[in-house]
């Protein structure tokens, strides 16, 4: 059963699992089962997918109730207007906080790419990886002021702190390391909360909490 973080008489939302398709695709044509429908059926409604997760991303994804109120609120997105929190696990020691300003390719388009990022904490385990004795961690949070196709995939990547456990923008000498040792295979990037302004002034604030993989990570970082 799907985890319901939020609900009122317009709107959906649930804590995506990792792994769990919003809707079916023929990218993925493995997959038998997705958000949409498993939601449909636990709440005996039809509910409207307003935006995406990709696939090994967990946490908050939002659904309405009827189809007006699904296009006002990809309006909101479209618009920037929807306040958009991630958090990630991503190789290497993050700075305090910056900014990622670093078009990305949409199609055959270049297109305008923002996150937004902070350090929580820092990491280091007796882990030997590559030529040091030891691995480094960062736990980020990710404010993605656009919203492109793979953009926090990507953006990590780029500032060379790519998110554990992604492929294939990720580092494969970690994500081998996190499967062989700890059994790891998730992502470890999470939605953790959406804020937005809707319906005469409604103040929705939407949270997940991160999955049991994550939690079980931080742990063991932590120990």
Not at 26 to 36: G, H, S, T
Not at 51 to 80: I, M, N, W, Y
């Amino acid at each position: 059963m799907l985890e319901i973080v939020y609900e009122n008489e317009q709107l959906i939302a649930i804590n995506k699992p990792h792994g769990l398709l919003v809707h079916r695709t023929r990218i993925a044509a493995d997959a038998r089962e997705f958000a949409v429908q498993m939601l449909r059926d636990q709440v005996g409604a039809k509910v409207y997918p307003i935006h995406r997760l990709d696939r090994k991303t967990s946490g908050v994804l939002l659904f309405a109730k009827d189809p007006a109120t699904c296009g006002q609120v990809q309006r909101l997105f479209r618009e920037r207007k929807i306040r958009k929190c991630y958090k990630a696990i991503v190789r290497g020691h993050l700075s305090a906080r910056g900014r990622i300003d670093y078009p990305l390719r949409e199609g055959d388009k270049i297109r305008e790419a923002i996150t937004d990022y902070e350090l929580i904490e820092h990491f280091e385990i007796p882990v030997p990886h590559g030529k040091f004795e030891t691995s480094r961690y960062s736990l980020a949070a990710l404010f993605p002021r656009t919203g492109r196709h793979h953009q926090l995939r990507k953006h990590l990547a780029h500032i060379f702190h790519p998110i554990i456990g992604d492929r294939p923008h990720g580092c494969n000498k970690q994500n081998r390391l996190w499967k062989e040792r700890f059994a790891m295979t998730n992502m470890l990037l999470h939605a953790e909360s959406l804020h937005f302004q809707f319906a005469e002034g409604q103040d929705v604030q939407i949270y997940a909490t991160l999955s049991s993989t994550f939690q079980e990570v931080l742990h063991r970082l932590r120990c």
